[in-house]
């Protein structure tokens, strides 16, 4: 039997039915897009508080409020301006900020003392403790020095917190046509983080694109310092490869970019803000 198509609908059914299929269409045309690739997570920012050091031995809290204000996300401290772990968590806490690692000198990572510079950092929430500078007169000193940091990242893996050395310019100076940089990082585990400076890398004479090439993956903190330049130049003002240092920084599993600004300008508080805004302008917040 052959059915009759009906030609009966009122006015209400045929709005409704249309209402429907339009509802679907945009059910449909809403759905998300299951093979989209997920968008690329940004590493958060951080700030070495040395930047702003004097302001800090004044009034820590007040600049750790400033700072948060500003939109960062963690600091790294170069000392404790004379207050307690405690103290500073709450500081930091108060300020929804973090700890993103700690500069502590060599002796406070050796024998006894290296207790306390633990459970101070524990308190902190803080698992970076990187050692700012070190200095040896021949290779042999160098390969001397990398031993104990790979027994010192030994000893804090036990600990959940790992160690690292951090750049500066006197780094790049040659041994044997070798130079201090590749002769510590050659000769230490991945584990030991690879404390890039750029700004101090460039200070020496040496490339942070080659060396962050060279050594992938250890970085999982980077001072991001702007080189060259006018004297008041900022993140992006200078001579420093931004878009190639952040590319490989984001494919090597860098965890925290931090920044650091020395310029010796009237105004450290104002400065590191303008280099967070420089950051965002560039897309990295």
């Not at 600049?63 to 960062?72: C, D, R, S, T």
């Not at 004379?82 to 929804?96: Q, T, V």
Request: glycine share 12%; proline share 4%; hydrophobic share 35%.
């Amino acid at each position: 039997m052959k059915i009759k198509p009906n030609h009966s609908l009122n006015r209400r059914q045929f709005v409704r039915l249309s209402l429907g299929g339009l509802g679907a269409l945009a059910c449909h045309q809403s759905l998300p897009d299951l093979h989209a690739a997920p968008a690329a997570k940004k590493i958060p920012i951080g700030v070495q508080l040395y930047s702003v050091r004097h302001q800090c031995a004044k009034d820590v809290a007040g600049v750790l409020e400033a700072i948060g204000k500003m939109g960062y996300k963690g600091v790294e401290y170069a000392g404790y301006y004379d207050k307690s772990a405690k103290e500073l968590r709450k500081l930091m806490d108060d300020n929804g900020l973090v700890c993103c690692g700690t500069h502590a000198q060599l002796k406070t990572l050796t024998g006894d003392a290296l207790k306390g510079t633990i459970e101070f950092n524990r308190v902190l929430g803080n698992k970076y403790l990187i050692c700012p500078s070190m200095s040896a007169p021949t290779k042999q000193g160098w390969l001397e020095k990398a031993k104990f940091f790979n027994d010192l990242a030994d000893t804090l893996k036990a600990e959940g917190m790992v160690t690292g050395y951090h750049a500066h310019g006197g780094d790049f100076k040659k041994y044997d046509d070798e130079t201090a940089w590749d002769i510590f990082f050659g000769n230490t585990k991945k584990e030991v983080v690879m404390q890039m400076d750029t700004g101090n890398a460039m200070g020496g004479g040496a490339d942070p694109v080659e060396i962050l090439k060279k050594y992938p993956g250890r970085a999982l903190t980077i001072h991001l310092k702007e080189h060259g330049g006018p004297k008041e130049a900022v993140i992006g003002g200078g001579q420093v490869n931004w878009p190639e240092v952040f590319k490989l920084c984001e494919a090597g599993g860098t965890e925290w970019y931090i920044v650091e600004h020395e310029r010796g300008g009237p105004d450290p508080v104002g400065d590191i803000k303008r280099c967070f805004e420089a950051l965002k302008a560039m897309g990295k917040v």
